[in-house]
């Protein structure tokens, strides 16, 4: 098992502190890159059906020898199969490409508010919980008034919620939210996609002081704000740097100045991005 510290979701199951995302990897690269980095100790593995590397990813688990229970993978329903029975049907499309018996953590890739059936999709995750095919189940890309809804109007929370998170868009006022109401932050595009952040020179000084890497630098500010990255690399170097984030510690100044207050999105708005 990995030296990797991890947190209690609101379910009584625990999630690895930092995950690999696998976007854009197409099923070969998948497979490679989902081997490797569960050999180099990591436990969580971040994938979704509109990704179409699914089947890779699950080829990657099984031949990495690692356990399957010690393993948290998690995949998405996309927008195309919101609905009740549309929902159901996805998962038994996604567990065959997977090739598993049960998923870790099942999330709703995004809310689609204006096609309106984000709390009958949840409804079917819930079942899918209750059936114990899924282990927790979570959204992405949820507002606070999406979670609100979801509360209202089922009484169940998710376990998490996983949004667009980085030093140019430290979400703080959805993580107030995510800790108020028990919703474990999960970090997609944690490193902002690479450069801008990376090459930074708050960020490169900061990694200076410590000794470790500006890509260190950032995903540790993730696990300080209590949030899990994930981290998409194919590069074994990367990966295994991207793993290695618990021998050193941001201060509490050094925190503050890395989110210094910039909003700036890659990904789309959850109020208004509509993908299938
Ligand atoms: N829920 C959603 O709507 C949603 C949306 C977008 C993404 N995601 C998930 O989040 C994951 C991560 O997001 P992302 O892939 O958009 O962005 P990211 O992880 O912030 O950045 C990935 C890029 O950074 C490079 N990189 C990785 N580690 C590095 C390091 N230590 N130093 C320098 N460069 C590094 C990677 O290249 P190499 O491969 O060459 O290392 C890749 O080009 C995705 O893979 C996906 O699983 C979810």
Redesign the pocket.
């Known amino acids: 098992m990995s030296g990797t510290p991890d947190h209690a979701l609101n379910d009584g199951t625990r999630l690895p502190a930092v995950g690999l995302?696998?976007?854009p990897l197409d099923d070969a690269a998948a497979e490679e890159a989902v081997a490797g980095a569960l050999g180099l100790g990591y436990r969580l593995i971040?994938t979704a059906l509109n990704y179409g590397n699914e089947t890779g990813t699950g080829r990657g688990i099984a031949r990495s020898g690692v356990p399957r229970e010690e393993v948290r993978l998690t995949t998405k329903v996309p927008g195309r199969h919101h609905g009740y029975e549309e929902t159901l049907a996805s998962f038994e499309e996604s567990r065959a490409r997977l090739g598993v018996e049960y998923v870790d953590l099942y999330l709703i890739?995004?809310p689609l508010p204006r096609v309106d059936k984000y709390v009958d999709t949840w409804k079917a995750m819930v079942r899918l919980r209750e059936d114990g095919l899924v282990r927790s189940i979570g959204v992405?890309?949820f507002t606070a008034a999406h979670l609100e809804r979801l509360e209202l109007e089922t009484g169940v929370l998710p376990s998490v919620n996983?949004i667009e998170m980085?030093p140019l868009l430290p979400q703080e006022e959805l993580r107030a939210v995510h800790a108020a109401k028990g919703v474990l932050t999960e970090s997609?595009?944690?490193?902002?996609?690479?450069r801008e952040v990376?090459e930074d020179p708050t960020t490169v000084a900061i990694a200076r002081d410590h000794g470790v890497?500006p890509?260190q630098v950032v995903l540790r500010w993730h696990t300080q704000l209590g949030a899990v990255p994930?981290?998409?690399?194919?590069?074994p170097g990367?990966q295994r740097?991207?793993l290695d984030l618990f021998g050193f510690e941001l201060t509490a100044q050094e925190l503050t100045t890395l989110s210094s207050g910039r909003q700036r999105r890659f990904?789309g708005d959850p109020e208004s991005h509509e993908e299938f």
């Open positions: 995302g696998t976007y971040d890739h995004w992405s890309n996983q980085h997609w595009s944690p490193l902002a996609r690479g990376l890497t890509g994930i981290p998409k690399s194919a590069d990367r740097e991207n990904g």
